[in-house]
């Protein structure tokens, strides 16, 4: 196998023009099945270059040589399916619809077969020529895992070859069974069946599609009208579809919805089908040997999935990663403080030597570097401890478990199991939980996912819940204290995942209702985690993703603060104007209209607002922070603050909009401003009429 490598330039295109073969084959998969090993071992090519057209998304193309041929190797990004939910879903999909490789390799994972067989039956209804790679085969021999590749062949009916991607084992046999594909007639393979429902009004469909859809194939494009998917409009030429085709479709679709075949229902139906269809083939092809590793798997599982432990434990192993995480973070959290708040004094003691006007050091020293070292100081530290903690719990094989204990009571809301680990995510940082949401299949159920994620507090909350508990729920007793913040933080914790369940209860049966889709819930093997791998990961995909889009918005709102805190009518701050035209509202929900004003102010991140409010208390006109919580109860109970007011202000940080980059990171995985701003209303609804309950009943106590 002769091997070289060559790169793309900046775009999905210009893959086209700087590199030239016989052939064009696209490289598919799920994510972390050793696709890019396999591309890398193909091509000699060790990163990834440009983004495709109009996207974030990076790309990478090599050549490799086999047989006197060259083949363009173009890996698409690592995808779940081709149902266009995310960058990464459009980029792949939109390769195979729009530049028609000659062949398309999809890599899968031997030790979850039935998986990746799901992305495997989308391809192959829109590719005719799919070559299947199953890739890891050392992994699953350890695991007494085997593989029929010949009844995985016949069953699918393209061919299907084994590798071990790392040692280069197969693949040269992966390019010759290639070449016989390329080089062999078409030969109808298998289509997934779609009921008694679908598939008569979908083959009238496909009929009059024929040789109407250029090179997609007529029967996807169906599907994908049936389903209501606004893509198979962008990808076929509305001047070949037969005229009398929209009338067809729409008395189709009318009868469909006379049985409850909603387009939304179709959707789902659509991937449940897919997911039998895969773990069907699985099942007839895939065959397991118990070894030690399962015999140690099962008697873990027998105690972290049972019914009796499984919750428990799972929330016991959810406080020591909070305490780790907070206890960890405040010392290196106070020495970033100090240094980036010097490096700030630095800079005004250089601006005013430099003789610069007073409003330019408050604005873009005081205002906006002030807030972004504030973010920055507070946000990164217990990031960079909770996202290594979270993903090495990932990597070592709980965090599935921890999905299958609480599946039961998400699919009783109309949810899909799989929410649970996205939840569990947003307690690290909401807009990481939002991102999550990907892993689920069904489009109305990851909308209520991505809906009800800042529904759990993230890192960002706990400071100011943790010092409210601190300050105003104490005996004295340094044990009882302590045993007592603890178990309040807890409840609020479980307040949040309860009102999760509430309100996802809420919007499946009325804003997005429908059936709870099925899914296999696959319990992967427990294995040691690849420590190093986990820190790069969680750090730079999660902290420094998370912590830039965060910056991006406090960096404009801390100068919006300075200016409200700087600017003075009739011998008031704008700040205080703001603060007491507030109060009133404020008041009804057992607030003032400091404390609402700082989470209004506080929108770039939560960590802030609790600064806010004393920069409001004592009139300062920057950013400021009391370290002494005996001060800063002073403060506050001297502000007119009760117990009343320190629960209503805790709910209210438990249950108001999610930060900006929790809710731009919405409208990115949406594409919609709609649900963007329902993502803030959602929250901040269940806080109000919470807080509402509260202070009307202490006003009657």
């Known amino acids: 196998m002769g091997l070289t490598a060559e790169s793309t330039g900046l775009g999905m295109m210009q893959e086209n023009e700087n590199l030239h073969g016989d ?37 990478a193309a090599g050549i490799a040589e086999y047989g006197g041929k060259r083949y363009v190797l173009v890996d698409l990004p690592g995808t779940y399916s081709l149902r266009a939910n995310s960058a990464e879903e459009e980029a792949a999909r939109d390769y195979l ?54 009844h995985l062949e016949n069953l699918l009916g393209v061919p299907v070859i084994g590798v071990t991607a790392r040692s280069e084992e197969g693949l040269d046999d992966m390019l010759e069974r290639l070449q016989n594909l390329l080089d062999a007639e078409q030969t109808p393979h298998f289509q997934p069946d779609y009921g008694e429902q679908l598939e008569p009004q979908l083959r009238i469909l496909t009929d009059l599609l024929q040789d109407c859809t250029g090179t997609i194939p007529p029967r996807w ?108 973070a405040n010392y290196p959290s106070a020495l970033l403080s100090e240094f980036l708040f010097s490096l700030g004094d630095a800079a005004s003691r250089r601006l005013s030597e430099w003789g610069a006007p007073a409003w330019v050091d408050g ?56 929410q649970a680990l996205t939840m569990c995510m947003g307690f690290g940082c909401n807009a990481a939980g939002v991102t999550g949401c990907r892993i689920i299949d069904s489009p109305r159920e990851r909308l209520i996912a991505i809906l009800t994620n800042s529904l759990v507090p993230c890192n960002g909350r706990f400071p100011m819940l943790i010092s409210l508990i601190t300050m105003f729920f104490v005996t004295g007793i340094a044990i009882l204290d302590s045993l007592l ?76 603060i300075w200016l409200l805190a700087n600017c003075n009518v009739e011998n008031q701050t704008l700040l205080h104007h703001l603060s007491t035209f507030l109060d009133p509202f404020a008041q009804r929900f057992g607030m003032d209209g400091t404390i609402l004003l700082g989470f209004l102010l506080g929108f770039p991140a939560n960590e802030i607002v609790i600064p806010i409010i004393i920069m409001t208390y004592l009139s300062e006109g920057s950013l400021t922070e009391i370290t002494e919580l005996s ?29 900006s980059t929790t809710v731009l990171t919405v409208y990115k995985e ?16 269940a806080g109000l009429c919470l807080c509402f309950a509260v202070n009307l009943i202490a006003g009657i106590v």
């Open 363 to 418: 604005l873009f020293i005081q205002g906006m570097y002030r807030t972004l070292a504030w973010v920055v100081s507070v946000m990164l530290p217990p990031m960079a401890i909770f996202f290594p903690l979270f993903t090495l719990l990932e990597d070592a094989g709980y965090l599935p478990r921890a999905a299958f204990n609480l599946d039961h009571r998400f699919r009783k809301c109309g949810a899909c199991g799989k």
């Open 485 to 560: 913040s603890t178990l309040i933080l807890l409840l609020l914790i479980l307040c949040g995942v309860g009102m999760t369940f509430l309100l996802s209860t809420i919007l499946s049966r009325t804003l997005l209702k429908g059936m709870p889709s099925s899914f296999t819930l696959e319990l992967p093997p427990y294995r040691k985690p690849q420590i190093g791998r986990v820190l790069v990961r969680s750090v730079l995909d999660r902290t420094i993703f998370v912590l830039g889009r965060a910056c991006i918005v406090a960096a404009p709102t801390g100068m919006l």
């Open 631 to 659: 001060t800063l109860h002073s403060l506050f109970v001297e502000n007119g603050w009760t117990l009343t007011t320190a629960i209503c202000t805790m709910l209210f940080s438990l249950f108001h909009f999610p930060c």
């Open 23 to 59: 052939y064009r084959i696209a490289l598919a998969g799920n994510p972390n099945v050793g696709k890019s090993t396999v591309f890398n071992a193909l091509t000699g090519l060790h990163q990834h270059t440009g983004n495709w057209a109009g996207k974030t998304v990076t790309n």
């Open 97 to 150: 619809c729009q530049e028609q490789p000659d062949a398309v390799i999809v890599v899968c994972d031997a030790c979850c077969l039935e998986r990746n067989l799901n992305l495997v039956l989308q391809v192959m209804e829109l590719s005719e020529k799919v070559l299947v790679c199953v890739n890891l085969l050392d992994e699953a021999e350890k695991r007494g895992i085997s593989v029929d590749f010949e």
């Open 670 to 685: 949406t594409k919609s401003l709609k649900w963007a701003l329902f993502s803030m209303l959602l929250p901040t609804a």
């Open 221 to 328: 494009a169906a599907l994908r009208f049936l389903e209501g998917e606004p893509c198979v409009t962008q990808l076929i030429s509305p001047e070949g579809i037969p005229p009398c085709f929209p009338e067809h479709l729409g008395e189709i679709q009318r009868q469909l919805k006379e049985c409850g075949m909603t387009e939304q229902r179709i959707q789902d139906h659509l991937i449940e089908q897919l997911v039998h269809e895969a773990e069907h083939i699985a099942g007839k092809s895939v065959s397991r040997e118990t070894t030690e590793a399962d015999a140690r798997d099962r008697k873990l599982d027998r105690i972290l999935t049972s019914r009796k432990f499984g919750i428990p434990l799972m929330l016991l192993l959810l406080a020591l990663i909070l305490w780790l995480t907070m206890a960890g």
